[in-house]
């Protein structure tokens, strides 16, 4: 399988000489779901900036599904999907005008960009909406229009920056869905998260960055496996019924609404779910007493 992204060496030096990448190397296969992590300052929305062209690099090689992003920067462009953290789009306008009007960057005449921001708009159920301006939107619905806006031109790369902060658990699974159902159909995702639970059920492989550097590269699964335990408070919006004696990890009821759950090395937080759902246990939200990707980069950074 050949690589999606290929970065070299790359480095960012602002005027002030801030060295804001320090040589990164990257790789992220062709149909992947790939998690960038890293504290706030680490250098990810750096790295995005570049891949996506906002920003000049002070040296390095960036590949984009093989086409140099120096010699072919339209191309690569036309490649890539970007959904930003931070509303960007004209909020008195219709959403789907957005969506039409981002096409036309792309090159894609009115006509194919209205039928197909209408086959976006339904698979993200916006298409009710469609001519209400964006300022009226939810902010759940606002990023499911964003998500929209980045797949019109039918990029085959998917970059997400914090596509769930802000919104409600059962949207922010209805995104995943989504995610999922692109990623199947053959889209490449790079995604930058603070929720444990998105990045675990999501993604296959991840990178951790911290001062501008990679410092960990490796599949989910694998680092996970670093970290003996993990303890998550779940908690139901109706009275829990009585909890299993028997299950493969350790949970304790902690009132009527809540519980506390501890799982070991190797325990998905997805199947633990699904186990409690087949008694009769229903958790709407989901918050770490200990984030074990958190953790882990406060044990990677700290050189333990």
Avoid at 129 to 139: I, N
Avoid at 160 to 173: K, Q, T, Y
Wanted: with cysteine.
């Amino acid at each position: 399988m050949s690589n999606a992204l290929t970065i070299k060496a790359l480095s960012k030096i602002y005027a002030n000489d801030f060295h804001a990448l320090k040589g990164i190397d990257l790789s992220i296969k062709e149909g992947d779901f790939f998690a960038l992590l890293g504290s706030n300052g680490a250098g990810k929305t750096t790295i995005i900036g570049i891949i996506c062209g906002l920003l000049e690099k002070t040296a390095g090689n960036i590949s984009v599904l093989g086409l140099n992003q120096d010699s072919s920067a339209y191309e690569v462009k036309r490649l890539i999907g970007l959904m930003p953290q931070e509303f960007n789009f004209n909020p008195f306008e219709p959403i789907e005008e957005i969506l039409i009007n981002q096409a036309g960057y792309h090159g894609i005449t009115r006509t194919h960009a209205k039928a197909y921001a209408e086959i976006l708009l339904k698979r993200v159920e916006l298409w009710d909406k469609r001519l209400d301006v964006a300022k009226s939107l939810s902010g759940g619905m606002k990023r499911r229009l964003m998500l929209a806006r980045a797949l019109i031109h039918k990029p085959k790369i998917l970059i997400l920056d914090e596509p769930s902060a802000g919104v409600d658990i059962e949207i922010r699974r209805s995104m995943w869905a989504f995610l999922r159902e692109l990623n199947k159909e053959g889209v490449t995702i790079i995604l930058t998260t603070h929720y444990l639970e998105e990045a675990e059920s999501l993604c296959r492989n991840i990178a951790i960055v911290d001062n501008g550097e990679v410092i960990e590269q490796t599949s989910m699964k694998r680092l996970l496996s670093k970290v003996s335990q993990q303890t998550l408070i779940l908690e139901s919006g109706k009275k829990l019924p009585k909890i299993p004696v028997k299950l493969e990890f350790s949970v304790t009821q902690l009132n009527d609404y809540s519980l506390e759950m501890v799982l070991e090395s190797g325990t998905s937080i997805t199947q633990a779910l699904q186990t409690l759902g087949e008694h009769g246990i229903s958790i709407d939200h989901i918050r770490s007493a200990q984030n074990r990707l958190e953790t882990l980069f406060l044990n990677l950074t700290s050189g333990k």
